[in-house]
């Protein structure tokens, strides 16, 4: 190597220290741990991020303010259900202890309610699902005209439905029977739970029920050793749905029940009756609505993750 070469590359060098000492940022871009820093600024909130949380929290306040009342007034002693303080004092659970003292039949209710609400979803799931399967996975004519009919059954209200089916049962002497309350409640679940499980099972793959043909399965065990498996977030989904419907059923159960002994939950509360024939018993209402609510909102709270991709299957693909 001469003395040339050595100037030379000793002026590379040099040229290259001064543009990098030149360089603005180029010393603070190396932090302390001698790792670059990203440079990337910190996001600040905004006042909109903000009035998001604040209209959250203002629906979240309105829609449980009703149920944290009805759980307030039912802690409360009889003399003291018209305050309106926020909490009750002194609590007092004498409201529960008269909704199951006897005379109201409330535990019975609870139980007719349990078995017609079961019922009605078992049987609206057995229907419910092969009529989905047979209007999303095979081809025949007018298919979507049957769905549609299907749907329609469930826009009559059940006010308007009330006088023929009470004719109707009392020629059968269906009157104060759980089938006089089981048959008019499958009417609405029907639709509900055929319209769900078609939409779900129209997102499932055709593929892998051919597949299923094509490596031996008959179209019956392809339908419930590979289709159904995969549409039970589906089936799980409409279950719940299907059996709060049927919980909170009033008209029918009002029309169609005179036997105390067979009225269900919601019957039961309303026909409370106080010490005297003009006194409303409050605060057993409140108590027994609280009852009715809570195994709902828990079960709701433990399965809210299935509900969720039930009704969201088949929205994006």
């Known amino acids: 190597m001469t003395i040339s070469d050595l100037r030379n590359a000793a002026k590379d060098s040099g040229a290259s220290g001064a543009s990098g000492a030149g360089t603005p940022g180029a010393s603070a871009a190396v932090g302390r741990s001698g790792k670059p820093k990203t440079g990337k600024p910190k996001k600040q909130r905004t006042w909109r991020s903000y009035s998001v949380y604040v209209g959250l929290a203002l629906i979240f306040a309105y829609c449980l303010a009703p149920f944290y009342w009805m759980l307030v007034s039912s802690l409360r002693r009889t ?157 799980f989904t409409t279950a719940i749905l299907t059996f709060i419907h049927s919980w909170n059923e009033f008209i029918i159960a009002l029309s169609m029940i005179n036997d105390p002994r067979i009225q269900t939950a919601t019957v039961a509360i309303s026909k409370f009756t106080g010490a005297t024939e003009f006194q409303a018993p409050f605060g057993e209402q409140m108590a027994a609505g609280v009852i009715v609510t809570v195994p709902l909102v828990i079960m709701v709270l433990i399965f809210q993750r299935r509900i969720v991709e039930g009704l969201t299957a088949g929205a994006s693909k």
Do not use: H
């Open 79 to 235: 003399a003291d259900i018209f305050d309106n303080t926020l909490l009750p004092a002194p609590f007092s659970l004498e409201n529960y202890a008269k909704v199951f003292d006897g005379s109201t039949m409330f535990g019975q209710a609870l139980l007719n309610s349990l078995i017609v609400a079961g019922t009605t979803t078992v049987f609206a799931l057995l229907l419910g699902v092969f009529a989905a399967y047979a209007i999303s996975r095979l081809n025949f004519r007018f298919k979507s005209v049957i769905l549609g009919v299907i749907i329609a059954t469930s826009m009559f209200p059940g006010i308007a439905v009330v006088v023929p089916l009470l004719r109707l049962f009392t020629d059968l002497g269906w009157i104060n029977t759980y089938q006089a309350m089981i048959v008019p409640s499958l009417s609405f679940a029907i639709p509900l739970a055929v319209w769900n499980l078609t939409t779900f099972m129209k997102a499932l793959p055709f593929d892998l029920e051919e597949a299923a043909m094509i490596d031996g399965c008959t179209k019956w065990q392809a339908f419930r050793r590979v289709l159904l498996p995969l549409a039970a977030p589906g089936v």
